[in-house]
């Protein structure tokens, strides 16, 4: 393996002529370039990263912060973030804040440290917390799934979502819709927005459409609910595939069947829901199209180039249970 020094060396040019063709550049001939070009091959040349970045004042990196890796939402977007960072020749760099505010804000801190040339966030906590944070860091910030104005964001409609959800159960018969939420107990203590704008909006379709509504948070009271069996056609919407999934655990061992009992639809579409039966309906959000979304919002902020929020365009997947 060679250094820049080495390699122009070898080929009899300057180091900056060994920049220039290895970077594509005009100002060097076909011929010198190809040279350039076959003797790196040869010899295994390597960049050194940390002078390109003094010449450049890039680093090539990327800080990424997420939840957690538990939920496959987040592994799914993050790896299609990180495919199509790697295509624009940046390395991703990724921290977890387990959803505490500490934690994330220390990762903000660490990555302005490591000079990374752009943030991705899906955000925890609250635009008052992490504020003066973001404003510290110097490079372009994007954020997906909870808003953090005036931050740029990449999502989709939530209340677009929650409300074709809705009229979709009402389409099937159904005439009592739960919303199941248990995130909203952590309301006003961290970043719900994704959250609070799904749980506003299943009211307001709700009443809109005519049947009769509950939204629950408490895991024990709705699995008492499915316990004791449902009295009208009723349906329950989840705020995520993983309690639509802990529901339809819950049902079986309860000796209720769905959707015989009561509709269930949960919201993601994540991987797993390949895999259980019966097959959970569902609202999308395409994790691949937001990686891909989220890495091109940010390349074009890096350019200066002030392109539109992105809103991803979510559907809703039929299944099984409604």
Same mark, same amino acid.
């Given at each position: 393996?060679?250094?820049?020094?080495?390699?122009?060396?070898?080929?009899?040019?300057?180091?900056?002529?060994? $920049?220039?063709?290895?970077?594509?550049?005009?100002?060097?001939?076909? +011929?010198?370039?190809?040279?350039?070009?076959?003797?790196?091959?040869?010899?295994?040349?390597?960049?050194?990263?940390?002078?390109?970045?003094?010449?450049?004042? =890039?680093?090539?990196?990327?800080?990424?912060?997420?939840?957690?890796?538990?939920?496959?939402?987040?592994?799914?977007?993050?790896?299609?973030?990180?495919?199509?960072?790697?295509?624009?020749?940046?390395?991703?760099?990724?921290?977890?804040?387990?959803?505490?505010?500490?934690?994330?804000?220390?990762?903000?801190?660490?990555?302005? /440290?490591?000079?990374?040339?752009?943030?991705?966030?899906?955000?925890?906590?609250?635009?008052?917390?992490? #504020?003066?944070?973001?404003?510290?860091?110097?490079?372009?910030?994007?954020?997906?799934?909870? =808003?953090?104005?005036?931050?740029?964001?990449?999502?989709? $409609?939530?209340?677009?979502?929650?409300?074709?959800?809705?009229?979709?159960?009402?389409?099937? #018969?159904?005439?009592?819709?739960?919303?199941?939420?248990?995130?909203?107990?952590?309301?006003?203590?961290?970043?719900?927005?994704? /959250?609070?704008?799904?749980?506003?909006?299943?009211?307001?379709?709700?009443?809109?459409?005519?049947?009769?509504?509950?939204?629950?948070? $408490?895991?024990? /009271?709705?699995?008492?609910?499915?316990?004791?069996?449902?009295? #009208?056609?009723?349906?329950?919407?989840?705020?995520?595939?993983?309690?639509?999934?802990?529901?339809?655990?819950?049902?079986?061992?309860?000796? =209720?069947?769905?959707? =015989?009992?009561?509709?269930?639809?949960?919201?993601?579409?994540?991987?797993?829901?390949?895999?259980?039966?019966?097959?959970?309906?569902?609202?999308?959000?395409?994790?691949?199209?937001?990686?891909?979304?989220?890495?091109?919002?940010?390349?074009?902020?890096? +350019?200066? $180039?002030?392109?539109?929020? #992105?809103?991803?365009?979510?559907?809703?997947?039929?299944?099984?249970?409604?």
């Amino acid at each position: 393996m060679i250094d820049s020094y080495a390699l122009a060396k070898l080929c009899g040019v300057s180091r900056g002529t060994v $920049d220039r063709a290895l970077n594509g550049r005009a100002e060097v001939s076909e +011929k010198t370039k190809s040279r350039i070009l076959r003797m790196a091959a040869k010899h295994g040349y390597k960049p050194n990263e940390l002078g390109r970045a003094l010449v450049t004042g =890039r680093t090539m990196t990327v800080g990424v912060i997420v939840f957690d890796l538990a939920n496959s939402f987040f592994t799914e977007i993050v790896s299609a973030l990180e495919a199509s960072l790697r295509e624009m020749g940046y390395r991703m760099l990724l921290s977890l804040s387990q959803k505490d505010s500490a934690l994330e804000i220390e990762s903000i801190d660490y990555f302005a /440290q490591k000079k990374v040339d752009g943030l991705v966030l899906m955000p925890c906590s609250r635009a008052d917390d992490v #504020g003066r944070h973001l404003k510290s860091f110097s490079g372009p910030v994007v954020t997906f799934g909870n =808003r953090l104005p005036p931050v740029s964001f990449i999502g989709i $409609d939530e209340r677009a979502a929650i409300r074709d959800a809705v009229l979709h159960a009402v389409s099937k #018969g159904y005439r009592h819709i739960i919303y199941y939420c248990p995130p909203m107990r952590h309301k006003g203590s961290m970043n719900l927005w994704a /959250q609070e704008e799904r749980y506003a909006g299943f009211a307001a379709v709700a009443e809109g459409a005519a049947v009769s509504h509950e939204s629950i948070i $408490d895991g024990a /009271q709705i699995e008492k609910l499915i316990a004791g069996g449902f009295s #009208g056609r009723t349906a329950v919407i989840c705020s995520n595939d993983i309690y639509a999934i802990e529901l339809l655990r819950h049902a079986e061992s309860s000796g =209720r069947c769905i959707p =015989r009992d009561f509709g269930l639809i949960g919201f993601d579409n994540i991987a797993p829901l390949a895999y259980i039966k019966p097959r959970i309906t569902t609202v999308a959000y395409p994790t691949e199209n937001t990686g891909r979304a989220l890495a091109a919002k940010l390349l074009a902020l890096m +350019k200066k $180039d002030a392109a539109a929020e #992105g809103t991803i365009v979510h559907e809703i997947v039929p299944g099984e249970t409604l």
